[in-house]
């Protein structure tokens, strides 16, 4: 265990000395790479996405999915510290991406290895390093998931403090727009497109949602950009608007959509459904296992990959602290990154002892 430590301690102090900003993750991605490849384990790789699953790999049971990102957001201007110097002091590991999610990255592949060559898992390990995922990029673990078979669970590595995130919002965005007619604002003229908006946008301010998640709360919707008119005697035509709508559990995305649509007047213009809310129950045998090992669990205010990965239950979870996330002098301690990877290791040992039918209570 202790050679595992030091091993993906390394490996995380060459991803931070290389700058790996989203969809410029190639340099990352080949030390990911690499670091498989000398250990002799076979690797896939698309695009910047690089994965490997575990040597006794077997079809006909459940597969786990390990998975983290390596790109970064670009450093703040009030860095004091060089970004890419991965510098350790007094058990302090600085850099950026070093909690987000350097931590939880490395802490996975170091569980991925402790399971690699057994023979007695009545699971499947596949550990995913995968690219683009602070933009929700097309190019990042979307691409890889159709790759990797039937998915039984998933394990997102993020700075969760290794406490559980068993649910977390989805995300999309839509753009508005309440046609009129255009007239003179002197006369009696045209049909004011501004209050016909008003109507819709008063509807997304008090409508609910009839079910609500006993972890996510309510449906989410916030009137955030309003744009209409040209002059001030022009009765406007159109009057456009955005609104940002946060879904849980109890609806999609594409079923939270439809609600909306059948509500309002306006055309509705969605940029994308993709984000989609993700949850796991609380009785899940992974979770379960979690649980008995003093770990919390919640629902997530942030979104991560577990958005883009549906048809299966994720979980999100890492050593690290949500809080650092993105700030100056990002930091993660090393102690943190050798306790993840023990409970890690502890959750998947108590699963590996679960008996069959509770197993298969739950497949997706």
Request: glycine share 8%; net charge negative.
């Amino acid at each position: 265990m202790e050679q595992l430590q030091i091993e993906v301690l390394e490996l995380l102090q060459k991803l931070i000395a290389t700058e790996s900003f989203s969809k410029e993750e190639e340099g990352t991605a080949a030390i990911l790479n690499d670091f498989f490849v000398k250990k002799g384990i076979p690797t896939h790789r698309l695009k910047h996405n690089v994965w490997v699953k575990n040597k006794y790999f077997d079809d006909s049971k459940p597969t786990i999915l390990l998975n983290s990102h390596h790109d970064t957001v670009q450093p703040n201007k009030q860095y004091t510290r060089n970004p890419f110097g991965p510098d350790i002091e007094e058990g302090i590991l600085y850099g950026l991406g070093s909690n987000d999610a350097g931590g939880p990255l490395v802490s996975l592949a170091a569980c991925f290895l402790h399971f690699y060559d057994r023979e007695d898992l009545q699971f499947n390990l596949v550990y995913a390093a995968t690219a683009e995922e602070e933009i929700s990029g097309n190019d990042g673990v979307e691409i890889v998931l159709p790759e990797l078979g039937n998915i039984y669970f998933g394990i997102v590595g993020e700075p969760t403090k290794m406490d559980i995130a068993i649910a977390e919002k989805g995300l999309f965005v839509i753009d508005c727009i309440a046609h009129g007619k255009s007239g003179h604002a002197a006369r009696e003229e045209g049909e004011n497109a501004i209050y016909k908006a008003l109507k819709d946008i008063e509807w997304f301010r008090t409508f609910e949602f009839p079910e609500e998640s006993d972890l996510l709360g309510k449906v989410k919707m916030s009137v955030t950009i309003i744009n209409a008119g040209v002059q001030h005697n022009v009765v406007p035509e159109s009057c456009q608007f955005t609104v940002d709508i946060r879904t849980t559990d109890k609806y999609n995305n594409e079923q939270a959509l439809e609600i909306i649509k059948q509500h309002v007047g306006c055309e509705v213009i969605p940029r994308s459904t993709r984000l989609n809310p993700s949850f796991a129950p609380k009785e899940h045998p992974i979770v379960q296992s979690g649980i008995s090992l003093g770990r919390a669990i919640y629902a997530s205010p942030t979104t991560s990959d577990q958005a883009l990965m549906n048809g299966f239950p994720t979980i999100k979870m890492g050593p690290g602290d949500s809080a650092r996330s993105h700030t100056a002098d990002e930091y993660i301690y090393v102690e943190e990154i050798n306790k993840g990877i023990a409970i890690y290791i502890e959750m998947l040992e108590k699963f590996n002892q679960t008996d069959y039918e509770t197993v298969a209570k739950y497949k997706p």
